[in-house]
């Protein structure tokens, strides 16, 4: 059946599927550091020692030298905030950066902070609608930035989720103009998404989806060179009407929110027998095994 590549083609945007070594980890995090810091006037040593369970890390200033060793490259940013901020040199925020490091640092003993958590979760489906669907790379970047300073190691990544659906969709057979129409502009995607609205402030040009895909390629690459691991939308259930042109046998309900619908597969045999094998497929197929699905 047709509906078996549904959810394989979710996310067909490839990276590398090799975790990425120690020496890369360290360069990304330096970088991270460089960012938000700029050129340090200290000397500054980074290493890797990744253990199962908790991120962790310990600090340690000798010789003006500071040494951070952690688990992961969030840790190691992590580690340098912390740094940072307990001894009163800096501050990373939304609304922009202030690092003041002297010259010289004194001697500090041994620090060590272990996470409580396993994971550490950021964002929601809402959070990416209103301005953050318009956010650019050096926008990303900057957030990205800050979620590996703060220690976020688990980050919902939705950027691009329209443009695979819409090659899905073509896929099965829908026109353009049937798929077109069925999107709402970018301020709205949460409620589209979670099924509450469709066709306003549509349709998204194939240069919007061309431009997200793109761009998702370079969040999902940097989150996980960092070690985060990013999660990924699945199938929700909800597609256009014109579904029903391919598929007349098919059972779908209406949802509805204020004055406008969207439709849901519902007990759909197709769909249900295929979902387990769909959701097989798009995890080994897409995306390496350090990004996780939601749906």
């Known amino acids: 059946m047709r509906f078996s590549i549904f959810l394989a083609l979710l996310f067909p945007l490839s990276l590398a599927a090799q975790t990425p070594n ?3 980890v360290i360069q990304q995090s330096h970088r991270v550091i460089e960012r938000f810091a700029g050129k340090l006037p200290i000397e500054l040593a980074l290493s890797l020692d990744k253990q199962d369970g ?4 310990t600090s340690t200033v000798q010789n003006g030298k500071l040494t951070i060793r952690a688990s992961s490259g969030v840790a ?29 640092l004194p001697d500090q003993g041994t620090r060590q902070v272990v996470s409580p958590f396993k994971y ?7 959070t990416y609608g209103y301005t953050m669907p318009y956010w650019d790379w050096a926008r990303w970047e900057s957030e990205i930035d800050w979620m590996a300073l703060h220690g976020v190691d688990m980050p919902l990544a939705l950027v691009a989720t329209e443009a695979i659906a819409a090659r899905v969709w073509h ?27 469709s066709q306003i402030d549509g349709p998204l040009p194939a240069q919007w989806h061309d431009g997200q895909v793109e761009l998702q390629h370079k969040i999902l690459g940097r989150m996980t060179s960092l070690g985060m691991h990013p999660i990924c939308p699945g199938f929700a259930g909800f597609v256009p009407k014109s579904l029903a042109r391919l598929y007349p046998d ?38 390496q095994k350090r990004i996780l699905y939601c749906r």
């Open 76 to 104: 190691l940013c992590r580690g340098f905030y912390d740094y940072v901020k307990r001894n009163d040199q800096g501050l990373c925020s939304w609304s922009g950066n202030r690092v003041a490091l002297p010259a010289v």
């Open 120 to 126: 550490h979760y950021n964002f929601n489906v809402v």
């Open 22 to 24: 120690n020496n890369d």
């Open 54 to 57: 908790c991120d962790r890390f």
């Open 250 to 287: 098919i059972k779908l309900i209406e949802t509805s929110w204020c004055f406008s619908q969207l439709d849901a597969i519902a007990r759909s045999t197709a769909v249900q027998q295929n979902r387990a094998d769909v959701h097989r497929g798009m995890g080994t197929r897409i995306w």
């Open 171 to 197: 896929r099965l057979g829908l026109t353009d103009d049937e798929i077109s129409t069925y999107f709402v502009g970018p301020a709205h995607f949460p409620w589209m998404r979670m099924g509450n609205i």
